[in-house]
């Protein structure tokens, strides 16, 4: 991932709220630079910053970090989770095609909205190239269902509640943790994984990434 510079008066959150922030509490601005494209986390906002510390490399971790568990040439462990409409979907329902998998943080926040509408401006390639694009978020059914129709989103969003699949994955947290990571898979006609993209910062790179793979496949 691009290495990133953080300007800010204060120190990182124990609580990040993507990009939502009351408008009546005072913020301030974290800006998040990419050196490759020079773009910002579309207005992400933090409050009263406590302090922290970053461990140095001869002192014990304190948190358990997110191993990566599914690897490029490996089948990803299997799910059943809930989509927009309240069904229950298997990952194993998309088998004998390509399939797109791609977990993002939240629903309408900027950077997702960015990405779920390039997948939708591109789904026709996607189904030329004769692939599914499901989204994974840890939304509800409700929240998924009003971020499809809000944005004519054509393709499957699915509710990973308690982000249990995403830790089964084993898909890194950006910002020290506090942001889940945006990761996007793709699978072969076999659920065998082909490609594992992860960029955070330039959502709509995930869409060119999986679309090169797929035409090569």
Known sequence: MASLSVSVKHSLPSLLQYAQTPKNLNSHNLTIVSKSSQSQLYGLKVLHLPSFSTPSSSSSPTRTSIVAKVNKGSAPPPFTLKDQDGKNVSLSKFKGKPVVVYFYPADE???????????????????????EVVGISGDDPASHTAFAKKYRLPFTLLCDEGNKVRKEWGIPGDLFGTLPGRQTYVLDKNGVVQLIYNNQFQ???HIDETLKLLQSL
Do not use: I, L, V, W
């Not at 926040?109 to 692939?131: H, I």
């Open 109 to 131: 926040t900027p950077g997702c909205t960015k990405q779920a509408c390039a997948f939708r401006d591109s789904y026709e390639k996607f189904k030329k190239a004769g692939a």
């Open 203 to 205: 959502p709509e790179k």
